[in-house]
């Protein structure tokens, strides 16, 4: 057993643990933080002593960036720096036990660049896609679905045929109501209720009147072969989500998100086994605790997991088989608050797992693909993975410099959702 090398950089204590193989170090660990379309995204760069060879992993947390980018490089970067960086399951382990209370969205969003980014130095060196090191496909490509919404159901499914006519076979389906409440679609102006207390409320019962006509309406207009999905965002009581899901039983939903908010996910397996469509929860989970639950508790059809949320690409494989084991799909969260080497690692594990049900896409737009070269385009509703080594996405950082981020205007939206007596709804 030739000697350790025990490179002087690493925390004490905490030094290579057994022989690596070659000199290989990693030799830095930052994070990049940019908004091309002014959506904050975290990436992590971790570097190595081999000239050239470095990696990029999503971090993206877009209500706590700031968080997750201290987390990054005042804690995690001396941890690894000076290890090899083909350890990566010892090195992403080591980096959730550090901080002894472990997991929540900022440790995981850090965890989560860590570990992609390892995943893109493995496949650089291996000369390799990163799902070619995952064991190869299972699929050619991911089918993906986008968001439809509008002011009111005529504009939501005139945007829907937009979509369809550009491809998509999957879609979807967000309506305004009035108040400041809607989730997914423009917000309406005026009061729903000027006598209330707080006249621009978000009135649940006009959510379940609401719903079911938009998606009456869709079929009537975009026929039965369009796979149509909503999402509630985490609004509903057990009982309403009930209500809702059986008022669209004769709609054939591909799936029904977010019925409940993560407070009450004890009761998912009740509402899952009254409701006629499937039920799709996941992306809110910030453990592979939770999102483990959600799998095997028999409370979902499909998981939504925001992967980085987890800890990244090491934890959702395992997931994805967790699923593939119970009959369980995936349905990764991303819209455009994941960045393209986030995306490409959903699309890693779409294309090498049999438990895919569908891929959330978004069309980035061009100053993205300048920051990112390398981003996957949805062509045809299809996202097909790079050929080229790791994720084959790269960062021009001078680019990335010019779409610095502030803090994401989405925690205002998420706390400023409230019910006509003022209370605040889970956005
Ligand atoms: C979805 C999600 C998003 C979230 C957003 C939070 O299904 O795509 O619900 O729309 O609201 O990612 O930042
Ligand atoms: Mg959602």
Redesign the pocket.
């Known amino acids: 057993m030739n000697a350790v090398s025990r490179p002087e950089t690493v925390v004490r204590g905490l030094e290579q643990p057994w022989a690596a193989v070659g000199d290989l170090r990693i030799t830095g660990v930052r994070a990049i933080v940019t908004a091309p379309e002014g959506i904050p995204l975290v990436v992590v760069r971790v570097d190595t002593n081999e000239d050239g060879l470095y990696g990029l992993g999503c971090a993206t947390f877009?209500?706590r960036w700031k968080a997750v980018v201290t987390y990054v490089e005042e804690h995690l970067a001396r941890l690894v720096v000076g290890r090899y960086p083909g350890d990566i399951e010892d090195l992403t382990r080591l980096a959730r036990f550090s901080s002894y209370w472990r997991e929540g969205p900022v440790g995981n969003n850090a965890i989560s660049g860590l570990d992609q980014a390892l995943w893109d130095i493995a496949g650089k060196r291996a000369g390799m896609p990163v799902h070619e090191l995952l064991g190869g496909k299972v699929r050619a490509a991911a089918d993906t679905y986008l968001?439809a919404s509008g002011a009111d159901i005529d504009a939501a499914l005139s945007h829907a045929e937009e979509l369809v006519d550009a491809g998509w076979r999957h879609l979807?389906l967000q309506v305004s109501q009035p108040g400041r409440g809607s989730?997914?679609s423009a917000r309406l102006p005026g009061p729903t209720d000027p006598e209330a207390p707080y006249p621009e409320g978000w009135r649940v019962a006009e959510y379940l009147r609401r719903t079911p006509e938009l998606f009456a309406a869709a079929r009537e207009r975009l026929g039965e072969d369009v796979e149509l999905l909503h999402?509630v965002?985490s609004r509903l009581t057990p009982k309403q989500a009930i209500t809702l899901a059986r008022s669209l039983e004769p709609y054939r939903l591909f799936f029904l998100?977010?019925v409940l908010p993560p407070e009450h996910w004890d009761a998912l397996p009740g509402v899952r086994a009254a409701a006629p469509v499937p039920i799709a929860v996941g992306?809110l989970t910030t453990s592979m605790t939770d999102a483990t639950r959600l799998v095997l508790g028999g409370g979902v059809d499909l998981i939504?997991s925001?992967i980085s949320a987890i800890g990244g690409l090491t934890p959702a494989r395992k997931l994805a088989a967790a699923a593939e084991l119970v009959g369980v799909r995936t349905a990764w969260?991303?819209?455009?608050?994941?960045s393209p080497i986030g995306a490409a690692a959903n699309v890693a594990l779409d294309v090498t797992s049999a438990a895919f049900g569908i891929q959330?896409g978004h069309v980035y737009a061009e100053p993205v693909h300048k920051v990112f070269p390398g981003t996957l385009r949805i062509q045809n509703g299809w996202l097909v993975p790079n050929e080229q080594p790791g994720w084959g996405i790269d960062i021009d950082e001078s680019a990335a410099a010019r779409y610095p981020a502030d803090l994401?205007g989405?925690d205002a939206w998420?706390a400023g959702v409230r019910g006509p007596d003022g209370g605040l709804i889970a956005?």
Request: aromatic fraction near 4%; hydrophobic fraction near 10%; proline fraction near 8%.
């Open positions: 877009t209500q968001h979807r989730y997914g999402d965002h998100e977010d992306e939504r925001h969260h991303a819209p455009g608050d994941t959330e994401s989405h998420a956005p």
